[in-house]
């Protein structure tokens, strides 16, 4: 049974940081490219960022690049998600998702198959 759990979110003043994990299990994380999407109350869920699966290829939403860095340890069956220079607008819950199957990395939330109960991250100005 795939499953992954999401940690580090929190209350945080604009500027400060947040480091989210997430925790799989029951899949070889090797074999899945991965993301982490957000979703503020009242939107659609947004791509956030993504990562292939060594590491190779990374990929940011715009409004996050520069500030935020996706990254993983394969060995540890662990993704995380580096926050820094937090504005009001990333106040979202975060989620973590993975995408099967060996394919590259993907913006589009259809094309990952398991996803994290999220966590959630407020930005106060």
């Known amino acids: 049974q795939v499953q992954l759990v999401e940690s580090g979110g929190g209350l945080v003043q604009a500027g400060g940081s947040l480091r989210l994990s997430c925790a799989a299990s029951?899949?070889?994380?090797?074999?899945?490219?991965m993301g982490w999407f957000r979703q503020a109350p009242g939107k659609e869920r947004e791509f956030v960022a993504a990562?292939?699966?060594?590491?190779?290829?990374?990929d940011y939403v715009n409004s996050v690049k520069g500030r935020f860095t996706i990254s993983r340890d394969n060995a540890k069956n662990m993704v995380y998600l580096q926050m820094n220079s937090l504005k009001p607008e990333d106040t979202a819950v975060y989620y973590c998702a993975a995408r099967p199957g060996g394919f590259d990395i993907s913006i589009s939330g259809n094309d990952y198959d398991y996803w994290g109960q999220g966590t959630q991250v407020t930005v106060s100005s």
């Open positions: 990562i292939s699966r060594i590491g190779g290829r990374t």
């Open positions: 029951g899949l070889a994380l090797n074999s899945y490219a």
